[in-house]
């Protein structure tokens, strides 16, 4: 028996273990390898052409292999300045312009507006498309891209005009639904975009550079599902940021949020999420909190700085949080917030771990009356760079402490319960 | 349970060129198609049913699946559903050093896995042929595996045409 012998249902099993590069060398061997290959939407699915500046010269055998159906292509590192590698990956979409689903465009130059539109034009089922930190050098605000079938676009670029002259391009599209941005400041031009968008749904904002988009009262589109680094600061300007929940009340369906509420009315910011919006997924950092409209039973939280209040109230929802992690970074985080609240939301909580990433030594007391409102904890950790001098006065105090009885320092910075 | 009964009964196969193996039932019932079979007669009826001919295996290679069931005849077996979810981290060494057989024992053996459902052997089976692609050109992969080059010389030379701009460039 040879290899290509084997029966098509072994090849596409074995193709399937295979990355990115080693596939497509298989792929070369033999057409009746790259047969096998289309026949598989798995394989198809999976398979990324992955052209950068060092392997844009092995595709040069991909023109005649039109049969390959490929869905995802990745360009990225390219200059095309220079007119006959522009002319080699002008090629070679041309050959799969009808079955690309899926395009990304990473740190890649472009001459003038006619050549990035170049690449895209003929693109009749294009459905996802990233634009990653690529440069045209004459850009045209002529040239207006229509992609018939484009549902989602990512963006991520340094300056904001070059955001705004590429978001021009994509303007008005009726097909897309989703939007994603990455690491960008947001001006007035970006909601010109969104509202340009009928169809739009679904917003993504990606990396701090975008929280100030939330330093506002409204929002200027309804939303049915929103994924953010976080729901921005809170705002001085005597504008709570529940206003802008409040803006898409009845049409949030779905809310991803990376980090959970900052600042004094974060507590406030998530209770109002628990409670008003009627999410039917909420999810919270790593954690989901509502699924399919039913809030979820959490065991373990960790949050830090001036997430405090938002920290706080997820103990206040939900009782099964069994182990608490909160971590200071900021010197001017305020952990008195944890002294004035009804004790008996910690009542549940059996593992605690406290740590200090700061010399402000002021905090350790507090931190000693925090831990006598848990009354059951079990298990107990402090990391904290100044405690290294106060050992006396901890050894004195920590056995009055609820359960923690017995103890132990190690090194000069953590305090173990044992 | 019947106490005149072995607890792990005999049972005997045929390979499709009429040598009989024995093996126990424990070890026989990792394959999912013998399984199935067992499963329809009732088990029961093992020590009555004879030798079960296995018309896909040969002898050489039924002897190779006998000892891998054999030693993993007390090992939980993932299910194909299971399988797929699987990481190649960790494979036991005893299985890696099984594997070392040439090609044409190794194709056999993966032909065999499939036909009678071993989903395990399958796939330690198939990624090791994985493994020897892994960081290889298409022409060793040619060399390696005995694959013609079925490209026609219009292709070839198309290529060689496109390689020539580029090694000008």
């Known amino acids: 028996m040879e290899f290509i012998e084997l029966p098509e249902e072994i090849l596409i099993e074995i193709f399937g273990y295979l990355k990115n590069e080693d596939l497509w060398n298989i792929l070369r061997a033999s057409r009746r390898c790259a047969e096998i290959f289309s026949t598989s939407s798995r394989l198809v699915n999976i398979f990324q052409l992955f052209i950068d500046d060092k392997t844009i010269n092995l595709y040069q055998r991909i023109e005649i292999y039109p049969e390959i159906r490929l869905k995802n292509i990745v360009i990225k590192y390219l200059n095309l300045f220079d007119s006959n590698q522009l002319q080699n990956i002008t090629k070679i979409i041309e050959n799969y312009k009808s079955s690309i689903l899926n395009l990304s465009i990473c740190d890649t130059a472009f001459n003038s507006s006619e050549d990035f539109n170049k690449i895209l034009k003929n693109l009749t089922n294009l459905e996802n498309l990233k634009i990653h930190r690529i440069y045209i050098k004459n850009f045209d605000s002529n040239i207006k891209i229509l992609l018939k079938s484009l549902r989602s676009i990512s963006i991520e670029l340094r300056f904001p005009a070059e955001t705004r002259n590429l978001l021009d391009i994509f303007k008005n599209n009726k097909t897309i639904q989703q939007v994603e941005l990455n690491n960008s400041l947001i001006l007035s031009y970006f909601d010109d975009f969104l509202i340009s968008l009928p169809n739009l749904k679904h917003l993504i904002l990606n990396g701090i550079g975008t929280v100030d988009y939330f330093n506002r009262s409204n929002l200027p589109i309804k939303l049915e599902k929103l994924e953010a680094f976080s729901l921005g600061f809170y705002s001085r300007n005597e504008r709570p940021r529940i206003e802008i929940l409040k803006s898409q009340k009845g049409f949030l369906k779905e809310l991803k949020l990376e980090n959970l509420p900052s600042d004094n009315d974060g507590g406030k910011v998530l209770k109002f999420l628990m409670e008003n919006m009627n999410l039917e997924n909420f999810q919270c950092g790593a954690n989901q909190l509502i699924v399919n409209s039913k809030k979820q039973k959490i065991e373990e939280i960790e949050f830090k700085n001036d997430q405090i209040c938002a920290g706080l109230e997820m103990m206040r929802h939900f009782e099964s949080i069994k182990k608490l992690k909160f971590i200071i970074e900021q010197a001017e985080t305020n952990v008195d917030l944890f002294l004035n609240i009804p004790t008996n939301i910690f009542d549940n909580l059996r593992d605690l771990e406290i740590v200090d990433k700061t010399y402000n030594g002021l905090k350790f007391w507090s931190y000693i009356e925090f831990i006598r409102n848990c009354r059951n904890i079990k298990n107990l950790k402090i990391y904290a760079k100044n405690i290294n001098g106060n050992n006396k006065r901890l050894t004195e105090i920590l056995p009055s402490v609820n359960c923690i009885k017995k103890f132990q320092f190690i090194d000069d910075c953590l305090i173990q319960s044992c | ?169």
């Open chain 2, 1 to 169: 349970m019947d106490i005149d009964r072995p607890s792990d009964p005999q049972v005997s196969v045929v390979s499709s060129d009429g040598t009989m193996f024995h093996t126990t039932l424990k070890s026989i019932l990792l394959s999912g198609t013998i399984k199935d079979m067992i499963e329809h007669i009732g088990e029961g009826g093992v020590e009555n049913m004879g030798a079960i001919p296995l018309q896909n295996v040969d002898s050489k290679t039924l002897e190779i699946v006998i000892k891998w069931i054999e030693h993993h005849k007390d090992n939980i077996q993932p299910t194909s559903e299971e399988i797929k979810d699987k990481t190649a981290d960790f494979i036991d060494p005893w299985d890696e050093n099984f594997l070392e057989m040439d090609l044409d024992k190794l194709y056999n053996l993966i032909t065999a896995a499939n036909y009678l459902n071993i989903p395990q052997l399958l796939w330690l089976s198939t990624r090791k042929i994985a493994m020897l692609i892994k960081n290889r050109t298409p022409q060793e992969i040619r060399s390696l595996f005995n694959i013609e080059d079925d490209w026609t010389p219009q292709e070839i030379e198309a290529v060689q045409k496109e390689n020539q701009w580029c090694e000008e460039k």
